[in-house]
């Protein structure tokens, strides 16, 4: 199986190129970013040394999808999509905090609610709570967004203002952009009989001034789902929940003593894991889209994606 792990590609009017953990970002002529989903997989903002088939095609058109259905509510930087695994939008300034929401008591906020701490983020989170119990109304809880291959850290609101990260006319956009797609975003998902837990989502700023929507929106590698049937009755049993997300990957490695952390080792991911993960990756896509995922050809997906962004990009 051909994965994409990594690209050189030497694209007509190419002024740069950014190699994130999961996404590789082209400049174009400084007016268009060429962004390519690669099968790459991080966990506790770490790269895993294997890649899951089929990763980068089934983000990008998830992430594809919800930008087209929430752009009537927020505006996006996206312009086309010339090829499965890549997007091609407007080259933004990014805003250097990730605006997460969260809906649940799941995840990070868990792991930090059971250590005994009740503010995340400079927001309370609610007393008496239970794992994936439902917080009273969703809590958006940022984090700073690393330039390197840095941990995220939480950050709160008053700090980002008070450091001038955004400005609070900005930020006010932010968080109101940040409210409505996940209002959007569980209203999708409970067409599809699931709950949107949490998710992230990252703005930047057009030349023009205007604050778009950037990078992924509502796929298993930013958010976290839940299926709604059988929620409530796993939770009376204090039983863990079904989900589709990236979590299943990181309970993965906790359970195999890997967190990120100094010193700590990457277990080594067997055939038949790297084939589980791909399979729970179709699994969502086809969840949350309700559609039947279709592979996209992988014999020379190398030449694939070079053809179709320089076909775009000539026109």
């Known amino acids: 199986m051909n994965t994409i792990n990594e690209t050189n590609f030497k694209f007509p009017n190419q002024k740069s190129v950014y190699k994130g953990k999961v996404r590789e970002v082209y400049n174009i002529n400084d007016t268009l970013l060429v962004m390519i989903a690669t099968d790459r997989l991080s966990a ?11 990763k980068g095609q089934i983000l990008n058109q998830i ?44 995840g990070h906020a868990a792991r930090e609610y059971k250590l005994g701490k009740r503010l995340l983020c400079g927001v ?16 958006i809880t940022p984090s700073t967004k690393a330039d390197t ?17 955004v400005s609070e006319k900005d930020y006010l956009i932010l968080e109101d952009y940040t409210r409505k797609l996940f209002q959007r975003g569980t209203e999708i998902a409970a067409s599809r009989g699931l709950i949107l837990v949490d998710t992230k989502y990252e703005f930047g700023k057009t030349k023009e001034g ?3 929507l950037i990078d992924e929106i509502h796929t298993p590698d930013s958010s976290r789902y839940f299926y709604e049937e059988g929620y409530q009755e796993r939770q009376d049993k204090g039983e863990p929940q079904k989900q589709l997300s990236k979590e299943f990957v990181r309970q ?20 038949a894991k790297i084939s589980e993960i791909s399979n729970r ?8 889209t309700g559609e039947v995922f279709v592979k996209a050809t992988t014999d020379n997906v190398m030449h694939r994606i070079e053809k179709n962004v320089n076909s775009f990009l000539s026109n």
């Not at 994936?132 to 809590?139: Q, S, T």
């Not at 906790?254 to 055939?271: A, K």
């Open 63 to 106: 992430a594809t999808k919800m930008m087209n259905n929430t752009a009537d509510i927020v505006p996006n930087w996206l312009l086309a999509n010339p090829d499965e695994n890549v997007a091609i939008g407007h080259l933004c300034e990014t805003f250097k905090v990730e605006m997460v929401i969260r809906g649940y008591l799941s």
């Open 210 to 212: 205007k604050i778009v």
């Open 44 to 54: 506790f903002d770490v790269v895993l040394p294997r890649q899951i088939p089929f």
């Open 252 to 271: 993965w490695l906790i359970e195999n003593g890997f967190q990120g952390l100094e010193g700590q080792q990457i277990p080594e991911m067997s055939d």
């Open 281 to 288: 990756y179709i699994e969502l896509y086809e969840q949350i």
């Open 124 to 139: 309370t989170m609610a007393a008496g709570l239970k794992e994936n119990d439902k917080f009273p109304e969703p809590l």
């Open 149 to 165: 291959g840095d941990h995220d850290e939480d950050i709160s609101r008053e700090e980002i203002l008070s450091t001038g990260i």
